[in-house]
C-alpha cells in the first residue's frame, strides 16, 4: 500500500524576511527543502555542510536553480562548517550563528546517517547516536535563545523541527530497556548492545524524547518545537544496508517510496505550517500521530526524565551555560 499523499504547500504561505538554517542541506531532503524555502521567499538561508567545497555547490546549485531565481533572485544562500559527529564543531558552528545571524526563525535538524557497524564519533559517543541527536540537541539548546528572541521580535512563534521517523516504533528499548540506575548515553555507547538494524529508529525514538521534553520547557507562543517524518523517500540514504537487505529495499522504494520534493513538503509543513498543536508532537503525512508510544505513560515519562538529566549533564561538559537545563525538567 502506497504512502499517504502529500498535498502542496498552501497557496499564499510566505517566508519573507525570515531567517532559516537547516542542517545537512548539501543533497537529498536537506537540499530540496532548502530549495523550497527559497522559493518561498526566505529571505536567508544557511545549509550547514562537513565539507567546504561540497557546501559551496550545494549553494551555487540552489542559488542557479530556475524556480528559486524567479520567485526569490535576491535571497542570502550560504553554507556554514558543521560536523555533527563532533560536539567542538556544533558548538563553534552555534558560535558563529550567533555573532553572525541576527534573527533566526526557523531551525531544521535534518542532517543523519543510518550506518550498520559500530563507529564512534569524534566526541566519543555511537556514530549514529552523535550526529542524528547529540549534537543537534547541543545546537538546538544554545540556539533556542536566539529563536526566543526572533519570536519576541516577530510577535509570532519561532519553529525548531527535527526531521524524525516512523521508524522509531522499532526501537531495541523494549529487548535491551535501560538497567536500574545505567547512564542513558552509556548504554547507547555499550557496543555489546548495538544493533545496526535497529541504531537509526534508535536515535529517532531519542529525538522524539528529546522534541518532548524541550516542549515542556518552551512555551509554543515563543517556539513550536516538533518533529516530522517524511515517509520512504528513494535518496540513497539507505545505501548502507546489509548486501542481502538491498534488493529488498530497493522494491520497496520502487513501490512506495515518495519524491524527495513530497518529503521536502512535509518539513515545509512542520516548520512554516503547522500551528501549536503540534507543539512537542511528532508528526507522519503531515498529521499529529496518535499512534501509542513507547514515550506515553508512566514508564516513558521516567525514561525521558532520565534521558534529560543524563544529555544536558553530557552536553553541559561542552558548554557549562548550559547546565540549567537539567532543573528544568
Same mark, same amino acid.
Given at each position: 500500500?502506497?504512502?499517504?499523499p502529500i498535498?502542496?504547500?498552501?497557496?499564499?504561505?510566505?517566508?519573507?524576511?525570515?531567517?532559516?538554517?537547516?542542517?545537512?542541506?548539501?543533497?537529498?531532503?536537506?537540499?530540496?527543502?532548502?530549495?523550497?524555502?527559497?522559493?518561498?521567499?526566505?529571505?536567508?538561508?544557511?545549509?550547514?555542510?562537513?565539507?567546504?567545497?561540497?557546501?559551496?555547490?550545494?549553494?551555487?546549485?540552489?542559488?542557479?536553480?530556475?524556480?528559486?531565481?524567479?520567485?526569490?533572485?535576491?535571497?542570502?544562500?550560504?553554507?556554514?562548517?558543521?560536523?555533527?559527529?563532533?560536539?567542538?564543531?556544533?558548538?563553534?558552528?552555534?558560535?558563529?550563528?550567533?555573532?553572525?545571524?541576527?534573527?533566526?526563525?526557523?531551525?531544521?535538524?535534518?542532517?543523519?546517517?543510518?550506518?550498520?557497524?559500530?563507529?564512534?564519533?569524534?566526541?566519543?559517543?555511537?556514530?549514529?547516536?552523535?550526529?542524528?541527536?547529540?549534537?543537534?540537541?547541543?545546537?538546538?539548546?544554545?540556539?533556542?535563545? @536566539?529563536?526566543?528572541?526572533?519570536?519576541?521580535?516577530?510577535?509570532?512563534?519561532?519553529? @525548531?523541527?527535527? *526531521?524524525?521517523?516512523?521508524?522509531?516504533?522499532?526501537?531495541?528499548?523494549?529487548?535491551?530497556?535501560?538497567?536500574?540506575?545505567?547512564?542513558?548515553?552509556?548504554?547507547?555507547?555499550?557496543?555489546?548492545?548495538?544493533?545496526? @538494524?535497529?541504531?537509526?529508529? /534508535?536515535?529517532?525514538?531519542?529525538?522524539?524524547?528529546?522534541i518532548r521534553? @524541550?516542549?515542556?520547557?518552551?512555551?509554543?507562543?515563543?517556539?513550536?518545537?516538533?518533529?516530522?517524518?517524511?515517509?520512504?523517500?528513494?535518496?540513497?540514504?539507505?545505501?548502507?544496508?546489509?548486501?542481502?537487505?538491498?534488493?529488498?529495499?530497493?522494491?520497496?522504494?520502487?513501490?512506495?517510496?515518495?519524491?524527495?520534493?513530497?518529503?521536502?513538503?512535509?518539513?515545509?509543513?512542520?516548520?512554516?505550517?503547522?500551528?501549536?498543536?503540534?507543539h512537542g508532537?511528532?508528526?507522519?503525512?503531515?498529521?499529529? /500521530?496518535?499512534?501509542?508510544?513507547?514515550?506515553?505513560?508512566?514508564?516513558?515519562?521516567?525514561?525521558?526524565?532520565?534521558?534529560?538529566? /543524563?544529555?544536558?549533564?553530557?552536553?553541559?561538559? *561542552?558548554?557549562?551555560?548550559?547546565?540549567?537545563?537539567?532543573?528544568?525538567?
Amino acid at each position: 500500500m502506497r504512502q499517504p499523499p502529500i498535498l502542496p504547500t498552501p497557496t499564499g504561505t510566505s517566508l519573507a524576511g525570515k531567517t532559516i538554517i537547516i542542517t545537512g542541506g548539501t543533497s537529498g531532503l536537506g537540499f530540496e527543502t532548502s530549495r523550497h524555502f527559497l522559493t518561498l521567499k526566505a529571505a536567508r538561508v544557511i545549509i550547514t555542510a562537513r565539507d567546504q567545497k561540497r557546501g559551496q555547490e550545494a549553494v551555487s546549485a540552489l542559488r542557479a536553480d530556475p524556480e528559486v531565481k524567479a520567485a526569490n533572485p535576491s535571497a542570502v544562500i550560504e553554507a556554514f562548517d558543521l560536523d555533527l559527529e563532533d560536539y567542538q564543531s556544533g558548538l563553534e558552528f552555534s558560535k558563529r550563528v550567533k555573532r553572525e545571524v541576527p534573527e533566526l526563525d526557523v531551525l531544521v535538524c535534518n542532517g543523519g546517517v543510518n550506518i550498520m557497524n559500530y563507529q564512534k564519533s569524534k566526541s566519543g559517543h555511537e556514530r549514529v547516536m552523535q550526529v542524528n541527536c547529540y549534537t543537534h540537541f547541543l545546537i538546538s539548546l544554545e540556539l533556542l535563545p @536566539l529563536l526566543q528572541a526572533t519570536a519576541a521580535k516577530r510577535g509570532s512563534a519561532s519553529r @525548531l523541527n527535527f *526531521v524524525g521517523s516512523g521508524t522509531q516504533y522499532h526501537h531495541s528499548l523494549k529487548k535491551t530497556p535501560l538497567s536500574e540506575g545505567e547512564n542513558f548515553l552509556a548504554h547507547f555507547d555499550d557496543q555489546r548492545l548495538y544493533s545496526g @538494524l535497529t541504531r537509526y529508529s /534508535d536515535s529517532k525514538l531519542v529525538v522524539n524524547a528529546f522534541i518532548r521534553c @524541550l516542549a515542556e520547557i518552551v512555551p509554543s507562543s515563543e517556539v513550536i518545537v516538533n518533529n516530522s517524518c517524511p515517509g520512504m523517500l528513494s535518496t540513497g540514504f539507505n545505501r548502507n544496508l546489509p548486501l542481502w537487505l538491498k534488493p529488498l529495499v530497493y522494491t520497496m522504494n520502487k513501490m512506495l517510496a515518495r519524491t524527495t520534493e513530497d518529503g521536502a513538503r512535509t518539513v515545509i509543513n512542520a516548520s512554516a505550517v503547522a500551528g501549536r498543536e503540534t507543539h512537542g508532537r511528532f508528526l507522519q503525512s503531515n498529521a499529529v /500521530d496518535t499512534k501509542a508510544s513507547f514515550l506515553d505513560g508512566d514508564t516513558g515519562n521516567a525514561f525521558m526524565r532520565r534521558f534529560w538529566k /543524563d544529555m544536558v549533564e553530557d552536553l553541559a561538559q *561542552v558548554d557549562k551555560t548550559l547546565e540549567h537545563f537539567s532543573h528544568q525538567m
